[in-house]
């Protein structure tokens, strides 16, 4: 036996050990226990694990309790994470730990179900074949839910209630007297009463009964209901707003820089009601132009200490589903007091530039300001004036009142973009999903939307405005500074943080890229940056431009608040906010109060307390993005089942797994499942080295990034998901030959323990995939 083979075999049996050891706890174990357990009986074996017995006391990883008889410390081997239980067979427990995260198979979960936070203990550093660690879960430290949203299903004397979301896997067990009126096939939330344990499947109560499965308002509120976030108003929110008078006290007004006599607009969606921010311009004497940009004063109105605060704090952001916006804040101040709506005077929080032509800043400046808006731009409607070619229109559109700001504004842009990608800026794109729906929130049609110049030229004074404010809190801190070498005592403020990308998933990206022909440098942060938008560039209208850009959008880290100054290495700022959206977002409001408290010369606030603010807006943003992604595929998915059966459609490999292949279906961004058991012409098998499945026997092969044409097998409403036939790849028709076996390899024990749809879960082995929000508009999460 060779030397790394007998090591292999040596580490294979210490991590069996270990493992038995780690869940048999309940008594120590001697030499001889083993022996009998492993059926050995040479000497030559009995000498190895006494060895091994001697490398697991010194690592610290068994202990002796008594001469000869060896048990697990717990604690020794302990993680404590979040439970992803991504199919019935198996979960993982994820953790912040920059180790992998840790396989549970279903007999191991002890109780736990998804979302829980545990403690879970691992059987040692060897994984088998590369992948990750394997452990059981040994307590539930705090449950992560206790109320589920899922379909209900009456028996008599008692009734299950089967759960919409997809991690969860069990049926809730309900017993007659706790069904509280529900009938056959409501949409309800239970509340867990007890857990799983021993066997025993969860025991709850209805407490509320949404409506029928497949109605739009009660599918819509069981996703709401899903990610935990509310629906409606308390009605002491709403009698609280309405208490707030609308007229502006002559008094504040004197206390503000007055810009109602400056030309100002707003540039917006067409369906927008919470109009959050504004632009003014003008032409100053010295032939600069002054730039307002002007965001809803909304902490004006929201004061500390308030229930209308306390629940803002608590939703942390706007929610906006495919059908309806469930906002921050209370219509009379989301959509009436905080609206900067066209010919009415509004109290706003600015940060206001002075640029030259060259869109050099020569002059900043930030405070509170009154605004009339002018007039309410729909972004097409900029547009249409930002994309006059006709030389005579061109003129006469630049000669009119907006004309002229509107083209100065989006050329500026246009210098101030280029200048953020000159320093290392990443051009991440996406597409918007869109819905026209009918009276009763049926989808009639997909439509992707393209961002043009008038989104881009709102995002870049947005953006602007973000990274000077934060820019101007931190040098505020940085001039306290009594002595050169003395460390920055800084001011608290809420920054938007991007750290740079883990270097083992860039590497996967780079290596991934480079089966493309796309070359991707990861030595340094420019070099990223540079190779990374030479690739978004040449992608651009090819089949697998989506798969790609989502892929990179994956690999980078999740943006997110935070009181710490790291910077954002997607804008490549060293510093920026989030300020130009209060309306929908606590942290612009933590924000504005900040910058205020540091106008007027005060002190800084606890930091403690903002950073506990800012990891429970970022936790919010989460689930709020979930739950849109949600509903973007409900829509998408249930769309998809209204179609002709024989309809055959274009897309593209986004993802395979070893059980089935990831199809997104071009004309809708929809994304379903071929799987490998319906592929009955051979046994296909993953390779997840280079991102394919391979036929054993013909050696047919089906690559991620491939253009396929499928056509809808089946759609699951309830798991939003869609299993999908495959007719041809890159142009070669399918033909399954018959007589065939029908199931892959492992097909058939997947199919046993499998009973959702075609659901995109992190499995055990997978290659590729795609993720990250579709960016609404105004609302990309920057």
């Not at 509320?208 to 739009?216: T, Y």
């Not at 208490?243 to 006599?261: H, L, S, V, Y």
């Not at 040098?475 to 991007?498: A, F, I, S, W």
């Not at 130009?580 to 007027?600: F, V």
Request: one cysteine or more; charged letters at 30%.
């Amino acid at each position: 036996m060779s030397k790394n083979k007998h090591q292999s075999y040596y580490e294979r049996q210490k991590a069996e050990i270990l493992a038995f050891l780690s869940i048999n706890t309940t008594q120590p174990y001697t030499l001889q226990d083993l022996y009998q357990h492993y059926d050995i009986h040479n000497k030559q074996e009995k000498k190895l694990f006494a060895m091994i017995i001697d490398d697991l006391l010194e690592e610290g990883k068994v202990q002796q309790t008594e001469k000869g008889k060896y048990t697990v410390d717990e604690e020794t081997n302990a993680v404590v994470g979040r439970l992803d239980h991504v199919n019935p067979r198996f979960g993982f427990v994820r953790h912040d730990d920059s180790k992998p995260d840790i396989w549970v198979e279903a007999d191991n979960l002890n109780g736990a179900i998804d979302g829980d936070l545990v403690k879970v203990v691992t059987f040692g550093d060897f994984y088998r074949k590369g992948e990750n660690p394997e452990g059981r879960i040994v307590e539930v430290l705090e449950r992560g839910r206790s109320e589920i949203v899922g379909k209900a299903q009456i028996f008599g004397n008692y009734a299950l209630v089967r759960p919409d979301h997809k991690s969860l896997h069990e049926d809730i067990f309900v017993p007659k007297e706790k069904i509280n009126g529900a009938t056959r096939n409501d949409l309800v939330i239970v509340k867990i009463l007890s857990y799983p344990a021993n066997g025993q499947q969860a025991v709850g109560e209805i407490i509320e009964i949404l409506g029928k499965a497949g109605d739009n308002n009660a599918e819509m509120h069981a996703i709401l209901a899903e990610f935990g976030l509310p629906i409606r108003f308390p009605k002491e929110i709403e009698e609280e707003a309405e208490r707030i008078p609308e007229a502006i006290d002559e008094a504040e007004i004197k206390k503000r820089r007055d810009f109602r006599e400056i030309l100002t607009f707003t540039i917006d969606p067409h369906d927008a009601k919470d109009f959050d921010d504004a632009l003014s311009f003008r032409i100053l004497e010295n032939g600069n132009y002054e730039i307002g940009v002007h965001i809803a004063d909304v902490t004006h109105y929201v004061k500390p200490g308030t229930r209308l605060e306390e629940e803002a704090l608590n939703r942390a952001t706007s929610i906006y589903l495919v059908d309806r916006t469930i906002p921050m804040l209370p219509e009379k101040l989301s959509n009436n007091l905080c609206s900067l709506r066209p010919n009415e005077d509004k109290l706003t929080f600015s940060a206001v530039f002075e640029m030259t032509n060259e869109g050099i800043i020569t002059k900043e400046w930030f405070g509170r300001t009154i605004i009339h808006s002018d007039k309410r731009f729909t972004y097409e409607e900029a547009q249409e004036i930002l994309e006059i070619e006709d030389e005579q229109l061109l003129a006469d559109a630049i000669a009119s009142q907006y004309g002229m700001p509107l083209h100065t504004l989006n050329r500026l842009a246009k210098i101030l973009k280029q200048e953020r990608f000159s320093k290392g800026a990443i051009n991440f794109e996406t597409n918007e999903v869109k819905f026209r729906l009918d009276e009763k929130g049926k989808p009639l049609g997909v439509i992707l939307k393209i961002r043009k110049d008038a989104h881009k030229l709102i995002e870049e004074f947005m953006l602007l405005a973000n990274k000077k404010v934060a820019e101007f809190v931190f040098n505020l801190g940085k001039r306290k500074q009594k002595e050169p070498n003395e460390e920055n005592p800084g001011n608290t403020m809420v920054y938007r943080v991007h750290e740079p990308p883990n270097p083992e998933k860039l590497s996967t990206f780079a290596n991934f890229a480079a089966r493309f022909g796309f070359t991707i440098k990861t030595d340094s942060e420019k070099g990223l940056s540079t190779t990374m938008n030479k690739m978004m560039e040449e992608v651009e209208g090819t089949p697998v431009q989506n798969v790609l850009e989502q892929l990179a959008v994956r690999t980078m880290s999740k943006a997110r608040y935070t009181t710490e100054p790291l910077g954002h290495f997607g804008l490549a700022f060293d510093h920026y906010s989030h300020f130009t959206s209060p309306i929908r977002r606590y942290p612009d409001m933590m924000a504005h109060r900040l910058l205020q408290n540091y106008l007027d010369k005060k002190k800084a606030p606890s930091l403690e307390e903002y950073e506990k603010k800012s990891k429970h807006s970022s936790d919010r943003e989460r689930l709020a993005a979930e739950a849109e992604r949600a509903s973007i595929k409900y829509k998408q998915v249930e769309f998809m089942s209204m179609q002709d059966h024989n309809t055959i459609f274009d897309g593209v490999v986004t993802g395979v797994t070893d059980f089935g292949v990831f199809v997104e279906i071009t004309s809708t961004s929809c994304e379903g499942m071929v799987r490998l058991a319906d592929l009955n012409d051979d046994f296909y098998e993953l390779d997840k080295e280079n991102y394919r499945v391979v036929g054993k026997r013909n050696g047919r092969v089906i690559s991620f990034g491939e253009a396929v044409k499928v056509r809808v097998k089946a759609t699951d409403m309830e798991r939003r998901s869609m299993d999908l036939e495959l007719v041809s790849v890159s142009g070669k028709a399918f033909r399954a030959s018959s007589g065939v076996n029908t199931k892959s390899r492992r097909a058939a024990s997947r199919d046993r323990g499998s009973r959702g749809g075609s659901n995109r879960s992190s499995g055990r082995k997978s290659a590729g995939g795609t993720a990250g929000s579709k960016d609404k508009g105004k609302r990309r999460r920057r």
